[in-house]
């Protein structure tokens, strides 16, 4: 069976081949499992203590592997560099999010949320700073291999076809599906007048996408004069390897919102587009 490739090493491998013409340079590659690196970075790019970041002097590292990096290092990351953040359902818990806040503020270093998944960040993001959005939900579905609950969600069971596994809060789901949740984690940042509390996630098992998985988004604004609401509804079918955790079109998005966040940013934390080509030295966390 042919090996599953995951975006972290897609993108080392973009970086590697593509980076020096780009003015971007590869300074390091840490993974929760460093066996994984083997045969695929270079030894002298191997990070083996992800505490000692600040000895590759970076400008950019950049995080693809799981919210428990964040949780736990990324603040600390802050302190040597901008922090472009692959798993946002990180930021679904309060005390993370200041943190980052609080070390972007006091290390002058800014942080970047990747889209990955999300389709028109851009236009959630722009009706939201005009008060013109009301309500906004992603319903995310796919083959129940592709999943990986955690907690209370762990437990839950495909009783048909097509099973509805969570509606609610994106706050209420992200503990519990980490590495399922960074699309609704993305909108719910992109969106910050509903904010994590407001924007609705749903995580549907569906017995029929073995190699798809489709991303509705919905969202509305207030009634206009005629007593009818602006409404969106966007669909996107990705295809993915069957089990994977991402879309192949998710890879590419993360390697745009990388070129994007290494320009020139300015300390914070928001969803940005992250498009175009940025130069400066580029780390980066990977999951293998």
């Given amino acids: 069976m042919q090996r599953r490739t995951w975006p972290g090493q897609s993108l080392v491998s973009h970086l590697l081949t593509k980076g020096p013409e780009l003015g971007l340079e590869l300074v390091f590659v840490w993974n929760r499992d460093p066996a994984r690196m083997a045969g695929s970075v270079p030894p002298s790019l191997q990070l083996q203590n992800l505490a000692a970041v600040g000895e590759r002097h970076p400008d950019l590292v950049v995080e693809v592997a799981h919210p428990k990096i964040i949780h736990e290092s990324g603040a600390q990351i802050l302190r040597y560099a901008n922090l472009l953040v692959g798993s946002p359902s990180a930021l679904a818990d309060p005390a993370t999010e200041q943190q980052l806040l609080e070390a972007s503020r006091r290390w002058d270093h800014a942080v970047f949320v990747a889209r990955g998944a999300l389709w028109g960040t851009e236009d959630i993001a722009r009706l939201d700073a005009a008060g013109g959005l009301q309500s906004l939900r ?5 083959h129940p291999d592709g999943f990986r609950l955690e907690g209370a969600l762990a437990a839950a069971h495909s009783t048909g076809p097509r099973t509805v596994l969570y509606e609610g809060p994106v706050r209420g789901l992200c503990p519990f599906a980490p590495r399922n949740s960074n699309t609704m984690a993305a909108a719910a940042l992109a969106a910050p007048s509903l904010g994590f509390d407001r924007v609705i996630g749903v995580l549907v098992a569906d017995l029929s996408l073995t190699d798809t998985h489709v991303v509705d988004v919905e969202l509305s604004g207030p009634p206009g004069p005629t007593g009818r609401s602006f409404a969106v509804h966007t669909h996107r079918e990705n295809p993915a390897e069957p089990g994977a955790v991402t879309g192949s079109a998710t ?17 914070g934390l928001g969803s940005r587009a992250l498009q175009g080509v940025g130069l400066g030295r580029c ?6």
Avoid: E, N, Y
């Fill in 138 to 142: 992603v319903t995310m579905a796919t």
């Fill in 251 to 267: 890879v590419t998005a993360f390697w745009r919102s990388l070129l994007g966040a290494a320009g020139p940013p300015s300390p």
């Fill in 283 to 288: 780390c980066f966390c990977s999951c293998g």
